[in-house]
């Protein structure tokens, strides 16, 4: 790598305060620049509160891949399908799900593949350190992580697709156990499961405490958190961009399903698609052991504290429209 002979930015503006967010700004503190954050809601108010906190290597994967196609269009458009396309006239939506079918293909996965092990590799080390620098939050092992079937047939999907990552130079740590040793290892699970795969060396987070430790450490910092501090234009200047009447020598955008609309004032074309799972936390009589994973319907289990959250499911939708009840109810 040379050093860019561009002067680096003193003062940096980002939009959104969630995970990416918070994160490209604390690794922009260590470069010495002063930041601002902004989000119209507040800290870990989206999808960085409600996700599973899985931090899995052997689960990263691009998600157009050819099994989509083969698990059938007509089961998409059902709102009990685990990936859930309602049906729209959104002509955006609809140019970006022919994109989405043309790069299902083997060859496009796995250049994919390839293209996502440098941000892997480096994914845990950077959580080190942002804990190494003084952010209190800590993730923690996952070990094990559980896969469940009802039989040794259902997981023939999941070990081909670890076969296929350890060819690409991706091994997975795991182990199988059948019957009722199965059944022992995750008390939790009922008597239909008759299969486990067992993933070792992976982490979670309780993911919302984590972004707020993030954002306590940038404060601690010296920099500012701004929450209720909604964006609606960026203004290029000669020497930097204006946001939200204030000038800055760049800007980072980092609001995830709503960043289309300021994108494309930076001259950003390429389509940005909402991806929405649900989750909901609850009480259970027993905890289970430790995360789990039920791959067919797509939908895993966090313990968090006393709680388990349960997540999963993805539907491609206007990122405004409201909530599908079905997809929680089945």
Same mark, same amino acid.
């Given at each position: ?12 503006? &980002? ?19 002063? &930041? ?25 994967? @691009? ?15 059902? @709102? ?44 845990? @080390? ?26 040794a047939q259902d997981s023939k999907g999941l070990l ?32 239909? *499961? ?16 984590? &972004? ?5 450490? /940038? ?11 909604? /964006? ?18 760049? /800007? /980072? ?5 709503? *960043? ?49 959250? *349960? ?20």
């Amino acid at each position: 790598m040379t050093r860019s002979p561009h002067k680096p930015p003193a003062r940096v503006a &980002v939009i959104g305060a969630g995970m990416v967010g918070l994160s490209t700004a604390w690794f922009l503190q260590e470069a010495g620049v002063q &930041v601002t954050v902004l989000d119209r809601t507040g800290v870990a108010a989206g999808s960085s509160w409600g996700n599973a906190g899985w931090l899995t290597s052997s689960l990263a994967a @691009p998600l157009p891949e050819p099994a989509i196609l083969k698990y059938g269009l007509r089961a998409m458009f059902s @709102p009990s399908s685990p990936l859930y396309i309602p049906p729209t006239a959104n002509p955006r939506l609809l140019k970006w799900l022919a994109q989405f079918a043309r790069n299902c293909t083997t060859a496009r996965r796995d250049r994919a593949m390839r293209a996502m092990v440098p941000l892997i590799h480096g994914a845990l @080390p950077a959580f080190g350190a942002l804990e190494a620098g003084g952010v209190k939050a800590r993730t923690r092992p996952a070990d094990p992580l559980t896969a469940a079937f009802r039989s040794a047939q259902d997981s023939k999907g999941l070990l081909e697709e670890f076969a296929h990552l350890k060819s690409t130079g991706r091994p997975v740590d795991f182990d199988i156990l059948d019957g009722a040793e199965a059944r022992n290892a995750e008390p939790a699970l009922t008597d239909e *499961i008759t299969r486990v795969v067992r993933f070792h060396g992976e982490r979670l987070i309780d993911p919302a405490r984590y &972004v707020r430790a993030i954002a306590d450490s /940038v404060r601690a910092r010296g920099g500012l958190v701004a929450e209720g501090a909604e /964006v609606n234009t960026i203004h290029p200047t000669r020497t930097g961009v204006t946001v939200a009447g204030e000038d800055y020598d760049a /800007v /980072v955008l980092a609001h995830g399903a709503w *960043i289309n609309r300021l994108a494309r004032q930076a001259g950003v074309r390429q389509i940005v698609q909402a991806g929405r799972g649900y989750s909901f936390t609850v009480t259970m009589d027993q905890l289970p052991n430790g995360p789990l994973y039920f791959t067919q319907q797509k939908v895993v289990c966090t313990p968090l504290g006393d709680r388990v959250r *349960i997540a999963g499911t993805m539907e491609f939708r206007d990122v405004g429209a409201p909530k599908d009840p079905r997809r929680i109810q089945s």
